[in-house]
């Protein structure tokens, strides 16, 4: 069986979110399974990033209620490269806001149905003030994640 692949693309730029990042990759790379993570910050992510893959994790920040600029400038960048092309693409994101995520939510659910991807889980909206047990819910969801896209149930 050939090995899935799983782009992870995200905006990390507090110490409280690269510790989140670092855990989606910690997570994936440990875990047992047969999967291969690529991870780019949004900034280097572009449409040939996008070959071969059989999952995609998000993570953002919010930002004056809304998503963070720089993933705002990745859809910007790559929206029409990616539209019809990568149609039924499993995804989840993640949201770190420190007011409640909703604006954010709303803006990259519509993009995701723009594109035709298939949100497989929930988004994880880790609002308020931080929190350590964000790492655990983090490390859970993306595990849940990448197991689903180890067994082809995604």
């Keep these: 069986m050939k090995k899935k692949n ?3 693309i995200h905006h990390s730029p507090s110490e409280n979110t690269k510790r989140l990042s670092k855990i989606v990759e910690n997570k994936i790379q440990t875990a047992t399974l047969d999967v291969n993570l690529t991870t780019l910050n949004l900034i280097k992510a572009n449409t040939f990033s996008f070959k071969e893959i059989d999952g995609l994790i998000i993570g953002t920040i ?3 209620g809304y998503m963070s600029g720089l993933t705002k400038d990745f859809f910007d960048r790559c929206y029409d490269g990616l ?7 499993p995804t989840i994101y993640y949201i770190r806001a420190g007011l409640d995520g909703e604006g954010c939510k709303v803006a990259l659910n519509k993009i995701l149905i723009g594109l035709r991807w298939r ?5 994880l909206i880790l609002k308020g ?3 350590e047990d964000y790492l ?3 490390e859970k969801f993306v595990l849940t994640f990448a197991s689903g896209i180890e067994l082809g149930i995604y």
Excluded: M, Y
């Design 83 to 89: 539209k019809d092309k990568t149609e039924g693409l």
């Design 136 to 138: 655990k819910q983090l």
């Design 119 to 123: 949100q497989v889980l929930p988004p």
């Design 129 to 131: 003030s931080w929190q």
């Design 62 to 64: 919010e930002n004056f």
């Design 6 to 8: 799983i782009l992870f």
